[in-house]
């Protein structure tokens, strides 16, 4: 793996913090930096592939309204039993 080195401007308190928490997990800081933003990485690429996998099924799903919607938002209401009703003109 290549490293490139980068400058960083942190809070004080911040930066003091996450020295201690390297030292107790027996890590260079810059060694917790990496893990850190590897995990950040991974986790951000899996919720891109959720969200398009997720839009894609949307996409395939037919609501048979042909795109048109044929209500207003006052015909919908909750009945009692707190299932939704629409009243279509």
């Given at each position: 793996?290549?490293?490139q080195?980068?400058?960083?401007?942190?809070?004080?308190?911040?930066?003091?913090?996450?020295?201690?928490?390297?030292?107790?997990?027996?890590?260079?800081?810059?060694?917790?930096?990496?893990?850190?933003?590897?995990?950040f990485?991974?986790?951000?690429?899996?919720?891109?592939?959720a969200?398009?996998?997720?839009?894609?099924?949307?996409n395939?799903?037919?609501?048979g309204?042909?795109?048109?919607?044929?209500?207003?938002?006052?015909?919908?209401?909750?009945t009692?039993?707190?299932?939704?009703?629409?009243?279509?003109?």
């Amino acid at each position: 793996m290549e490293y490139q080195n980068v400058t960083l401007s942190l809070p004080k308190d911040v930066l003091r913090r996450a020295k201690l928490i390297a030292v107790e997990r027996g890590v260079a800081l810059s060694a917790l930096l990496v893990q850190l933003l590897e995990d950040f990485t991974r986790q951000e690429d899996a919720y891109r592939k959720a969200q398009e996998r997720h839009l894609a099924l949307l996409n395939e799903l037919n609501l048979g309204t042909g795109g048109e919607i044929s209500w207003k938002r006052e015909d919908v209401w909750l009945t009692g039993s707190g299932c939704l009703s629409v009243q279509i003109a």
